[in-house]
């Protein structure tokens, strides 16, 4: 394992990031429990929470790839492919208006990322 614990970092860093929004923005509009019905702050809450969601599951899945293959290179591209989905996703969720371009194209890279762990895991696990 010495691909996807840098991803992985990576990764954690934008979580961080994402979290003191969320808190900075509950600061600001005074709302200590939930969303308190304001737009911001749910916003701010679901770009956390849909991080929060997706990416465990993602990393766990490079996590099987790597060690169970031997392609470095396919590793690369699934780390790669879920932090630039997650980036994506966050700024394409924070705008006001919001952009859905970069909102789909980075839900489109992490559900590409996930099917396609899975997929060479099955294939591995099925095909001696």
Same mark, same amino acid.
């Given at each position: 394992? @010495?691909?996807?614990?840098?991803?992985? #970092?990576? /990764? !954690?860093?934008?979580?961080?990031?994402?979290?003191?929004?969320?808190? =900075?923005?509950?600061?600001?509009?005074? $709302?200590? /429990?939930?969303?308190? %019905? %304001?737009? #911001?702050?749910?916003? !701010?809450? =679901?770009? *956390?929470?849909?991080?929060?969601?997706? $990416?465990?599951?993602?990393?766990?899945?490079?996590?099987?790839?790597? !060690?169970?293959?031997? @392609?470095?290179?396919?590793? *690369?591209?699934?780390?790669?492919? /879920?932090?630039?989905?997650?980036?994506?996703? #966050?700024?394409?969720?924070?705008?006001?208006?919001?952009?859905? =371009?970069?909102?789909? #194209?980075?839900?489109?890279?992490?559900?590409? $990322?996930?099917?396609?762990?899975?997929?060479?895991?099955?294939?591995?696990?099925?095909?001696?």
């Amino acid at each position: 394992m @010495t691909i996807l614990p840098v991803y992985a #970092a990576l /990764l !954690a860093l934008l979580f961080v990031l994402l979290s003191i929004r969320t808190i =900075r923005t509950r600061h600001s509009r005074k $709302v200590a /429990l939930g969303h308190g %019905d %304001d737009p #911001a702050m749910l916003r !701010a809450m =679901r770009v *956390h929470a849909n991080f929060a969601e997706y $990416v465990p599951l993602a990393l766990l899945l490079i996590y099987f790839v790597e !060690a169970s293959s031997q @392609t470095p290179w396919l590793v *690369h591209l699934l780390g790669s492919a /879920l932090l630039l989905g997650r980036v994506c996703h #966050a700024f394409g969720m924070s705008r006001t208006p919001e952009n859905f =371009r970069y909102r789909v #194209a980075g839900m489109g890279l992490t559900f590409a $990322v996930i099917l396609m762990s899975a997929a060479h895991i099955l294939i591995t696990a099925l095909l001696p």
